[in-house]
């Protein structure tokens, strides 16, 4: 049974009737996902909306040279769009989704219970809009990053992006370099530069960043519109 303490990372739920509450409650199962799990492949039908409680959920792309690159992560209190657009077009995913480093929790609503709700409660529409436009924003930045950036400028974006309180990343190069849709060896150079310029540290699995602010210099520039 789906209860307000496990939804606490989503407004959305206090803010349904009673009826809808309860109707959301009945139509959600969770799931508890080991780090590096895969849960979506390209083709497969979105059954539910995925709501990360806890962990994250990276959707990525594959070249046509077989490397990998990350689209989005979705982290606790999201919800994952690609899904949420695939369950109103009732069309096929169009990427890849794994849970990232860390066990991820996930509550799946019934995407016809969430699509009936989604018609009668405002909360619910809010909710579906803002992450819509949130990560269409989240997705023109990378387009902008991709396009504007060389690979050192696009390292430091990422390291800025994903280290935990701006501090800490706990990341090998080579799954850097599947972010990035890069080699591991390139990535590596990267980051030795880095670090030779005092802008990181590195250790075996782990990038602690030592000035954040040469990471932004390095970037702000190429960014500026």
Not at 58 to 76: C, F, K, M, N, P
Not at 116 to 132: G, I, R, S, V
Not at 189 to 197: C, D, M, P, Q, Y
Not at 201 to 221: Q, T, V, W, Y
Request: hydrophobic share 45%; glycine share 6%; net charge negative.
């Amino acid at each position: 049974m789906l209860s307000a303490s496990r939804l606490a990372n989503f407004p959305f739920f206090s803010q349904l009737a009673p009826a809808g509450q309860a109707e959301l409650s009945a139509a959600t199962s969770y799931v508890s996902l080991p780090p590096r799990t895969q849960v979506i492949q390209r083709g497969d039908e979105v059954a539910g909306v995925y709501l990360v409680e806890a962990g994250a959920l990276r959707i990525y792309y594959v070249s046509a040279e077989g490397r990998e690159g990350t689209l989005y992560w979705v982290d606790a209190g999201q919800s994952c769009v690609l899904a949420l657009n695939c369950l109103f077009s009732r069309m096929a995913y169009p990427a890849w989704v794994e849970t990232d480093q860390d066990e991820t929790r996930v509550a799946v609503i019934s995407g016809d219970v969430y699509r009936k709700l989604y018609l009668a409660e405002p909360a619910l529409q809010q909710f579906t809009f803002e992450a819509l436009a949130t990560r269409l924003f989240e997705l023109m930045t990378l387009m902008q990053e991709t396009a504007s950036l060389g690979l050192e400028q696009r390292v430091a974006a990422f390291l800025l992006r994903r280290s935990a309180n701006g501090q800490l990343l706990e990341a090998s190069h080579e799954q850097i370099a599947h972010h990035l849709g890069s080699s591991r060896e390139v990535v590596s150079r990267v980051l030795r530069n880095l670090a030779s310029r005092g802008a990181i540290r590195l250790s075996r699995r782990a990038i602690e960043i030592a000035d954040d602010a040469k990471l932004r210099d390095m970037i702000e520039p190429y960014l500026e519109p």
